[in-house]
């Protein structure tokens, strides 16, 4: 039996005890959440320079309450997974490409169609329409809380040895495509389309078994450094890829409330921004193409409009195409069509 003397002898080491274990708890709290965020391409790039300095701004608003361990330049692992890495949660967030997985978001693909949109300010806003993705596009974002959804600048043809002045040019060329609307655009003009992952694309055109590249200016001359490799690019502004920030759904079920609040008013309006971050790199990527010996060729009007004719017939197939599968491609077709004319009277545009 436990005297009075016994118990208050104990007390103390009880009193510690309790107190330890408070501190403790009070510790465990304060520990920040780290969220692991992947992306593909360096540092260097305007997206991935928009990404850190939002990553940096939560951690200040959140009081240091949330961390970002940052992986870029695939150090996750190749282009094709980063959708995958926040589904499954290998990431928290990461910054994926539509195209890297064919087929696999079939109604958001649509903004890819040649001249649909003429500017990255333009797709961005478009595809974050809130009818939009909520009638439509977010429903094909399976297993992951989609943030954004953005675009690059709109995409031309650069070659290593042949320019291109007309869609006769293009015949049996080995062009790299950035996404299956594109590879049947190329097909369209006479080419060959050659799926290349995208840090492949340099050293397969110095090899000689690619004779150019489909992208933008701002992955050709910035992202994926092709001065000197790339000798003649045609202008032609005519396809944007589009991007999504996906975020793991457990992460995100996991967060308080006031972060949740946080990361969702951080993303409120940034189209504009991210937009023209984007279309930027248009003048030095070119710069930087220009400076390692390409020309930069701009298609006669005649031209420009059989450009446009195929491109426009290209579209339409693939909307049919979706159409047969039971897709609303021609709902959505329609709503991004409205919506690019809509936003290009207050948008920068490549084709002005």
Known sequence: MMTGLTRRALLPAALALALGAGSATAQTAQQPIELKLAYYVGDQHAMSQ?????????????????????????????????YDFARTGQADISWFLHGATPGRFPLTGIVQVPYMVGSAEIGTKVLNDPELRSKYLDAEHKGVK???????????????KKPIKSVDDIKGLRLRFASPEIRDFIAALGGSPVGVAPTEQVEQMQKGTLDGVVIDYGGAGIAFKMGGTVKHTTEMYSYVASFGLAMNEDT????????????????????????????????????????????AIKLSPEENAKFRKIGADVAAAKVKELDGKGLPASAVHSMMKSLAEKHAKDSKNFWD
Request: no cysteine; hydrophobic share 35%.
């Open 50 to 82: 928009w990404l850190i300095k939002w990553a940096e701004k939560l951690e200040k608003d959140s009081g240091g309450r949330i961390k970002f361990k940052r992986f870029p330049g695939a150090q996750m692992g190749p282009v094709p997974q980063h």
């Open 146 to 160: 989609l943030l954004l959804l953005f675009t690059h600048q709109p995409g031309n043809i650069h070659t290593t």
């Open 252 to 295: 995100w079920k996991k967060l308080p409330p006031d972060l949740q609040q946080l990361i969702t008013k951080s993303l409120v309006g940034v189209e504009k921004e991210i937009g023209q971050a984007w279309d930027g790199l248009d003048a030095p990527g070119k710069k930087a193409l220009l400076d390692g010996g390409s020309e």
